[in-house]
């Protein structure tokens, strides 16, 4: 059964950007998710177990039961300290893998006109790991550093880095400095609708998010006796070593990540956008396959 095409290299407004963004997920879900996780997965899984370790080891680390302080448990912080580095580096690789992966993957759609190959998208996304890395990098500091100036700051810096890492992919003779100044040069070219769409998201991705982790904070409620009126600071001190909580919290966690890709897959939609704004590249490459089938 063929699957409808989406083409990405066209102009868009506010509502396309949001339908082809579900479109494109709807439409590729099954082969989508199976690159993805055939390429991130075993950094994923890696992920989410050191998160678990992490999140029970560093809760049974102190116990907070005690009426007079807190006593240092007998886990060991060596252990702790490595959990927590296996953590960190396994959650940079998953973003990473896992970004690069959705981008080569649309990459791979646009230039086959939909027919994906999961083997080329595997290479490109594994020769394009440091690059990713430092663009990752440079837009950590570059949020950062607007958080820290002001609110607004962020509010503009949110487009040009949701569209960086794309246009590392998509403009391949770019080098990742190059990508990330003409990130906010390719901003500008129509500013408020990327903006109004990219919030509406990040508001789709957020209430998402909110409802999937109910269960997390119903459990927690009950747990702690809230809904009862009596409130054991016992089972408060024991909730972080809680096997359910904290395999609720890296459920959530899981959730997050993967909806994230939402986000993710709206940056290269917006991107393709902008550019058609600038350069109409993919207009001319239509005007030119009629001129061919014409022949």
């Known amino acids: ?17 949001l339908s082809d963004t579900f479109g ?20 994923i899984v890696v992920f989410m177990l050191s998160l678990s370790a992490y999140n ?16 240092i448990g007998s886990t060991n912080i060596f252990v702790i300290i490595s959990v927590a580095i296996i953590y960190l580096i396994s959650a940079i690789a998953a973003y990473i893998l896992t970004a690069a992966a959705v981008l080569f993957y649309i990459k ?13 998208v595997k290479s490109n996304v594994y020769k394009s790991f440091w690059p ?13 550093i607007a958080m ?31 990508a990330f100044t ?36 119903i459990y927690t409620l009950i747990s702690t006796g809230i809904f009862s009126g009596e409130i054991d600071p016992a089972n408060i001190g024991s909730m972080s070593t809680d096997p359910v909580i904290v395999l609720l919290n890296v459920l ?25 704004k600038v350069n109409f590249t993919g207009t001319y490459d239509r005007i030119s396959e009629i001129g061919k089938t014409e022949d």
């Open 1 to 17: 059964m063929n699957r409808p095409y989406i083409e990405f290299r066209k102009q868009r407004d506010f509502s396309s950007i």
């Open 24 to 43: 494109f997920i709807r439409n590729e879900f099954k082969p989508f998710m199976k690159t993805i996780f055939n390429i991130a997965g075993p950094a």
């Open 56 to 71: 029970y080891l560093a809760g049974d680390m102190f116990d907070f039961t005690s009426m007079t302080e807190p006593s």
């Open 108 to 120: 791979s759609y646009v230039d086959h006109k939909g027919d994906v190959d999961a083997v080329e």
């Open 132 to 144: 990713f890395f430092g663009l990752s990098f440079l837009k950590g500091i570059t949020l950062i």
């Open 148 to 178: 820290m100036l002001c609110f607004f700051p962020v509010l503009y810096v949110m487009i040009p880095m949701a569209i960086v890492f794309s246009i590392y992919v998509f403009e391949p003779k770019r080098s990742t400095s190059d």
């Open 182 to 217: 003409q990130s906010f040069t390719l901003a500008n070219a129509d500013f408020w609708t990327a903006f109004g769409a990219f919030i509406v998201l990040g508001i789709i991705y957020y209430v998402l998010i909110m409802v999937l982790s109910l269960p997390s904070v």
């Open 252 to 276: 959530n966690t899981f959730f997050q990540f993967i909806l994230n890709i939402i986000l993710m897959i709206s940056g290269a939609v917006i991107y393709f956008h902008l550019h058609e």
